[in-house]
């Protein structure tokens, strides 16, 4: 089954601990994005990559960081969580062989920090 | 910068009737407008898109309608039904730095009430 996976679906940490939560998709896709959900703000994407070791900021990259060592992987990195990345993210992966643009989403991973 | 404006926020339809929300955006630089669909405790689904060449694309009981000049686009939902219950993004995208670079709505909370 073609699919986008995130772990661990709900984190509930303290402020200054290291996290890092996992996406994988089994798609082959070239593109994969994090986004954050926040009530009233829509989808926000932190941070995205074309290929293999190529990444780069989205609009909201201020205190994430990302890594794409293989083509599968594109785990989000939070060095230093504060409150205000209390949020819900996704991880997206889309093709850009198939003509749609269309992005598949994860399950999400519901963070809150304290 | 707000890019892509959603309205309403929320909407309460009653079953069999029409739902309808708006989006509008900035950047005529768009080349792709999709909505996604997303459930509670899900990631959002590509529901449906449309390119700007045309002005309305039909899918079932779901229709787009877009009107280039006024730079504003709509997701008409015909017979309502407590299954699309759900929260809707509209979305732009369009081709940055060898991406395609997708910005969200602020979405609407759909209920549809038996």
């Known amino acids: 089954e073609a699919q986008v996976t995130q772990n661990p679906r709900y984190l509930i940490t303290v402020t200054g601990k290291k996290l890092t939560v996992t996406c994988s998709q089994n798609m082959n896709h070239e593109y994969m994005s994090w986004y954050r959900q926040d009530p009233g703000l829509g989808l926000r994407q932190i941070y995205y990559s074309m290929n293999v070791e190529v990444t780069d900021k989205g609009d909201v990259p201020e205190g994430y960081k990302v890594s794409r060592k293989e083509k599968r992987n594109f785990p989000l990195i939070l060095e230093s969580p504060s409150p205000n990345q209390t949020s819900l993210y996704f991880c997206?992966?889309?093709?850009?062989?198939?003509?749609?643009?269309?992005?598949?989403f994860g399950p999400g991973t519901r963070l809150t920090v304290t | 910068q707000q890019q892509v404006k959603q309205s309403p926020q929320s909407l309460i339809v009653q079953k069999g009737g029409i739902s309808i929300i708006n989006c509008a955006y900035e950047n005529t630089a768009f080349d792709y407008f999709p909505w996604y669909q997303q459930f509670p405790g899900k990631g959002p689904a590509l529901l449906i898109a449309i390119r700007p060449d045309v002005s309305e694309k039909k899918e079932g009981r779901f229709t787009i309608s877009f009107n280039k000049s006024a730079k504003q686009f709509s997701l008409h939902i015909m017979d309502s039904q407590p299954g699309d219950s759900a929260t809707y993004f509209c979305a732009a995208s369009m081709l940055s730095g060898g991406y395609q670079k997708v910005t969200f709505g602020t979405g609407t909370k759909l209920q549809v009430i038996p």
């Open positions: 997206a992966s889309s093709s850009d062989l198939d003509q749609t643009d269309e992005q598949y």
